[in-house]
């Protein structure tokens, strides 16, 4: 299992300064990264981006919207940047309104046509999945193709046992945020090793089932994002990944 980093956590970095911010992420130890948004570039210029600093893309967080009404550009701008997990990041309330079994029937379709590209189709899960019973299950269970990438804070919040959830996927689990939070803080989200996470039990976990990436990622910083990501990378790697 491989480390990598979603690069929501240093949005604000990226917008103003991309090249210069991907430079400090490889500087920080971190040889994966997972997109979110292009920030106005190209497939091609950003695996450029990435080749140039000796990072490679571990996936992406791209909308329902793009996936359903632009299939073709959207597969395209994956092939070029060099990954094959898309993951759905986050969905609003009409789309699971006729509940969640639903919703993974219409997520299927997609995945089986990614699946003809030779990419896989996850899912990046919240809390409210869980506020009706156990959402993420019955979606899972409606969409066979689909693979997962686990929000194990989200589930936490959730009131779920992260460990358990990663278990009970199974196989289907490709990566695994693997934020930490302080439910006493504000902001809640924290550096990883510094809340109430059982990291080292969700590391052995993601593990055990084959997943393929653990993934740092920090909703809010409760200081400088570059600083939370390089105490996670230290972190991290104090648990043997890197």
């Given at each position: 299992?491989?480390?990598s980093v979603q690069l929501y956590t240093v949005r604000d970095h990226l917008s103003q300064d991309l090249p210069g911010t991907l430079?400090?992420?490889?500087?920080?130890?971190?040889?994966?990264?997972?997109?979110?948004?292009?920030?106005?570039?190209?497939?091609?210029?950003?695996?450029?981006?990435?080749?140039?600093?000796?990072?490679?893309?571990?996936?992406?967080?791209?909308?329902?919207?793009?996936?359903?009404?632009?299939?073709?550009?959207?597969?395209?701008?994956?092939?070029?940047?060099?990954?094959?997990?898309?993951?759905?990041?986050?969905?609003?309330?009409?789309?699971?309104?006729?509940?969640?079994?639903?919703?993974?029937?219409?997520?299927?379709?997609?995945?089986?046509?990614?699946?003809?590209?030779?990419?896989?189709?996850?899912?990046?899960?919240?809390?409210?999945?869980?506020?009706?019973?156990?959402?993420?299950?019955?979606?899972?269970?409606?969409?066979?193709?689909?693979?997962?990438?686990?929000?194990?804070?989200?589930?936490?919040?959730?009131?779920?046992?992260?460990?358990?959830?990663?278990?009970?996927?199974?196989?289907?689990?490709?990566?695994?945020?693997?934020?930490?939070?302080?439910?006493?803080?504000?902001?809640?989200?924290?550096?990883?090793?510094?809340?109430?996470?059982?990291?080292?039990?969700?590391?052995?976990?993601?593990?055990?089932?084959?997943?393929?990436?653990?993934?740092?990622?920090?909703?809010?910083?409760?200081?400088?994002?570059?600083d939370a990501v390089r105490e996670s990378v230290t972190y991290y790697q104090s648990l043997g990944l890197n």
């Amino acid at each position: 299992m491989r480390l990598s980093v979603q690069l929501y956590t240093v949005r604000d970095h990226l917008s103003q300064d991309l090249p210069g911010t991907l430079s400090q992420i490889q500087e920080a130890g971190l040889k994966f990264v997972e997109l979110a948004g292009d920030y106005g570039k190209s497939g091609s210029e950003w695996r450029a981006l990435l080749d140039e600093r000796g990072l490679t893309a571990s996936g992406a967080h791209i909308g329902l919207d793009a996936l359903e009404h632009r299939f073709d550009e959207t597969v395209a701008f994956v092939k070029a940047v060099g990954f094959s997990l898309v993951i759905v990041p986050w969905i609003g309330s009409d789309a699971y309104a006729n509940g969640w079994a639903a919703f993974g029937q219409r997520l299927e379709p997609i995945a089986q046509r990614l699946a003809e590209h030779g990419l896989s189709l996850a899912y990046h899960n919240h809390d409210f999945e869980y506020a009706n019973g156990d959402g993420l299950s019955e979606m899972y269970a409606n969409a066979p193709t689909m693979v997962a990438e686990v929000d194990a804070a989200w589930v936490k919040i959730g009131g779920h046992d992260p460990v358990a959830v990663v278990t009970g996927l199974g196989n289907r689990v490709k990566a695994v945020h693997g934020k930490d939070f302080d439910p006493t803080a504000t902001p809640r989200w924290k550096p990883a090793g510094q809340g109430v996470m059982p990291l080292p039990e969700l590391v052995q976990a993601a593990q055990q089932v084959g997943a393929e990436y653990l993934v740092i990622e920090l909703d809010e910083s409760p200081a400088d994002p570059l600083d939370a990501v390089r105490e996670s990378v230290t972190y991290y790697q104090s648990l043997g990944l890197n």
